[in-house]
Each structure stands twice: as structure tokens, then as C-alpha cells.
């Protein structure tokens, strides 16, 4: 079982989730800089022979930044239109930073309607498997431009456990804005106490996880767990980890 940092040798298919507070600047829009850092970590693991698909985040708040929604209360038919106007913002700043590492990136758009059906979910599966052996990188995000709330994923942490096991990773890292789960809300309780291996997601640890934080996020800890809960019954191991370090 990988538990530590030496057992990571053992991973040969990833997936990595990344939310849209670190993809995403309220005034700036795309945080190039981070997408590029991000690009050159997994491109050192894709040069190593690892499998990867990126779960990215940032569709809607890119397409809110640039129509200067921020900070309103969106419809959902002013969500899918920040979606359509923010993904190909978000594809181009995956590519613009692979570029550079000579790795191409290719879109794959879901919804859970499309891992509901046998036939969806298996071409979803064959293509991931034909990209992985062109040497090139999913770039996973919900269909949001369609998206209605009886197929929508929840959050795209959800989204990423569930493409963890289609394509049978070894690993599902999320990335966020927070350090790790702690066992209270280390923001107002300085002896809170950072979990660094949860066993089995029990309702006692999702007791100790709190709402989204963030301007972007839709999550917060509680989605992680979820989506950590997927994985491991799944079989695949879940890693909560910051995306600023």
C-alpha cells in the first residue's frame, strides 16, 4: 500500500486533481506562473514513464473573471456561459505550459451521465488509453456548458476520484489551497492536529471537515473526503495535498 513519499516508486498511473483557487486570480484571470510550476512537476513524472490525467478546475472562474462576474450569483445558464467563454482560456494555458516539455494535452469533457453509461464510460476508458500511449496528457473538467444538476459531478474532486477509477490509477492526488485534513480547524484552533494517514473515511473524519473557503472553490474539505472515499473503495489511494508547496 503507498503510505509514504518512498512508496510513491509504486505509482505508475495518476491522476491529479487541481482546484480553481489555484488556477484562477479574481483580478488577473489565468495564474500562469502556477499552471507552468504544476506543467513542469508532472512533465518530470511523465519523463519518469507515469501515466497521468489532470483533473483541472477554473472553467467558470476564468469565464467569470473575464465577463466581471466575480463575486455575483450566478444562474446556472450564466455558469455554463462562463464555462464555455473560461475552458478554452484553460486549455490554452495547459498547453502554452506542456509546450514547452514537448507534451501535448487533449480535452476530455464529463459528465456523470457519461460514466452512468456502459458504452460512454468504456469509449471514455479506450480513449484515455489511446491518448496514454500517444504520449499525451488528459486535461479532465466537467462538461459545464451542459451540465444540469441531475448529471452534474458536485465538484470536480468527485470528478476526480471517479476518473481515477476509470482509468484504474494508482493514485489520486488532490491538490488545494489548504495544507492538509486536520482534526479542527487549525484557522481558529492552534492545537489542531494534522492528520497525515487516515485508514478509512468514517463519519467521525468527515465530522472534522469543514465548508469551501475559498472565492472559486466549490469543494472545500468535505468533497475531498468524499472523493477520498470513492477512491479507496476503489482501490485507489487518495493524497490530500497543497498546491502552494
Known sequence: MIQRRRDLSRVHR????????L????????????????????AALHA???????????????????LGWVGRTLSVHEKQA??????????????????????????????RDDLRNRRRYLNASNTSETLFSAGVIPIVNENDTVVVREI??????????????????????????????????PSVNTDARRLDLVEEVTPEIMDM???????????????KLRAA???????????VISGHE
Open 14 to 21: 495518476m491522476v491529479v486533481k487541481i482546484g480553481s483557487s
Open 23 to 42: 488556477l484562477a486570480d479574481a483580478q488577473t484571470g489565468v495564474r500562469q506562473a502556477r499552471v507552468e510550476r504544476f506543467a513542469n512537476e508532472i
Open 48 to 66: 519518469e514513464g507515469m501515466e497521468i490525467v489532470v483533473v483541472s478546475s477554473g472553467a467558470v472562474a476564468l469565464g467569470c473573471v473575464h
Open 82 to 111: 462562463a464555462a464555455a467563454i473560461g475552458q478554452p482560456l484553460l486549455m490554452h494555458a495547459w498547453k502554452e505550459a506542456f509546450a514547452g516539455h514537448g507534451i501535448g494535452v487533449a480535452q476530455m469533457l464529463l459528465t
Open 152 to 185: 452534474k459531478f458536485g465538484d470536480n474532486d468527485n470528478l476526480g476520484a471517479l476518473a481515477a477509477l476509470l482509468i484504474d490509477a494508482d493514485l489520486l492526488a488532490i491538490l488545494t489551497d489548504v495544507e492538509a485534513l486536520f482534526d479542527a480547524d
Open 209 to 223: 471537515a469543514g465548508e469551501a473557503g475559498s472565492d472559486f472553490g466549490t469543494g472545500g474539505m468535505v468533497s
Open 229 to 239: 472515499r470513492i477512491a479507496t473503495r476503489g482501490g485507489v489511494v487518495a493524497a
